[in-house]
């Protein structure tokens, strides 16, 4: 990758320089409470933003949360986040009440060496995502004006051309951080010569979601196990009832052209676990995925399913999942995406989890993190990279 990093940076001094970086902290939060349910993308961050603290900078973290309506709204406030950064630091995070406006410019004005500021949420501005160049330009000045150097180290962001992401580097000089640099690494071997057998499990709940990323992966891969809500799109192409299950009906026909031309590499359930409803209590039992009731939902794989991925998983040397096998959230429905996950996680292989809700089913779970290979923060970004396509935030890095 011809990009500079963190280190070429730190190697220039940046004692008492501003640094302005870009951090991924988009946190899920608990709608009651408001507390950070899964802290895993600021622990994310740490490392970079541990050694420019190490090395006296004053750095100025920027982040969005959530998709606010490009004005200031307080559930989507940043203000818990700068609380679990500072403990996470062990230090204070100066928090800015605003973005780009008169508490953002003395708290960054305010800084000493060696300390950290958060400003509000990027989202909370309209220039932040705006299609408009000139628009998003403008808010660029203003977040550029912080900094005498910008760091990237959200991956998760990395594919959006927003203010943040792809105008600001034009205007400071740039380094991409040490997550979005393991990031593309880690990926870059997938779509180099990764180690065979190569085997890609997907899940989640469309396929017209993960269909650019089926098409580029299906030449490359040994096997490709489909679970999760997209699973019932393809075995109503093998011509199954699917009951009241999730269904993209005008993606029948591509699902029986994927399989048609997948030389036999795409595995599906052959058993799930059906309910009445979709609710947490709701009476289910485990049913031939070829005979699902007309009345039913399909909510899991079931436990022929999970045995049949686990031997495809067996001897693979590597492993790229993205997706849930089932509604994880529900605890009747997690036995599909926790048996996959501890298959891959014995598995022996190099083993890529490619965010989303496959990171939280990680975590909810219970699952340990250092089982797995890599566990990637950006979800969307981590399937648009293997598609092949060019993610604006790594482009504007190269340039």
């Given at each position: ?5 963190l ?6 001094g ?7 970086v ?9 709608k ?49 986040v ?10 204070p ?26 400003l ?14 000139a ?25 959006r ?68 809500g ?19 009906q ?27 409803a979709f ?19 399909g ?46 996680a014995?598995?022996g ?9 496959s ?6 779970l ?34």
């Amino acid at each position: 990758m011809s990009i500079r990093n963190l280190d070429d940076l730190l190697a220039e001094g940046v004692s008492g320089r501003r640094v302005l970086v870009r951090a991924d902290l988009n946190v899920p939060l608990d709608k009651q409470t408001g507390e950070i349910t899964d802290d895993g993308r600021i622990r994310a961050v740490l490392p970079t933003l541990g050694a420019l603290v190490s090395a006296g900078a004053k750095v100025v973290v920027c982040s969005h949360l959530g998709r606010p309506k490009g004005a200031p709204d307080p559930q989507f406030s940043l203000r818990p986040v700068a609380g679990r950064l500072g403990e996470l630091l062990d230090a204070p995070v100066h928090f800015a009440e605003d973005t780009v406006g008169d508490s953002a410019r003395s708290t960054v004005e305010a800084l000493a060496d060696g300390q950290v500021a958060l400003l509000e949420n990027l989202r909370f501005n309209k220039g932040e995502t705006s299609k408009d160049d000139a628009e998003r330009g403008a808010f660029a000045d203003q977040l550029a004006a912080f900094g005498e150097a910008y760091v990237d180290d959200a991956f998760g962001a990395v594919h959006r051309k927003h203010a943040s992401v792809f105008d600001v580097p034009a205007r400071l000089p740039h380094v991409a951080g040490r997550l979005v640099l393991r990031e593309v690494e880690v990926l870059s071997t997938l779509t180099g010569q990764p180690e065979r057998p190569y085997v890609v499990v997907l899940g989640g709940s469309k396929v017209s979601d993960k269909l650019a990323v089926i098409e580029a992966l299906l030449p490359t891969v040994d096997r490709l196990l489909i679970g999760g809500g997209m699973c019932f799109t393809f075995l109503k192409a093998q011509g199954h009832e699917v009951g009241s299950s999730l269904l993209e009906q005008e993606m029948v026909e591509t699902c029986r052209n994927l399989m048609e031309r997948s030389g036999g590499k795409i595995l599906l359930p052959v058993d799930v676990v059906a309910a009445d409803a979709f609710a947490p209590d709701a009476a289910h039992d485990t049913v031939p995925a070829d005979g699902i009731p007309s009345k039913r939902v399909g909510l899991d794989i079931g436990p022929e399913t999970v045995a049949g991925f686990a031997a495809a998983l067996k001897g693979a040397k590597t492993i790229f999942w993205n997706g849930p096998m089932g509604v994880f959230e529900m605890a009747a429905f997690a036995n599909g995406t926790r048996g996959v996950a501890e298959a891959i996680a014995k598995s022996g292989a190099f083993t890529v989890v490619g965010g989303g809700d496959s990171a939280a089913a990680v975590r909810a779970l219970g699952l340990d993190d250092s089982a797995f290979g890599h566990i990637s923060t950006g979800g969307g970004a981590s399937l648009e990279y293997l598609e092949g396509k060019t993610l604006p935030g790594i482009a504007a890095l190269e340039n």
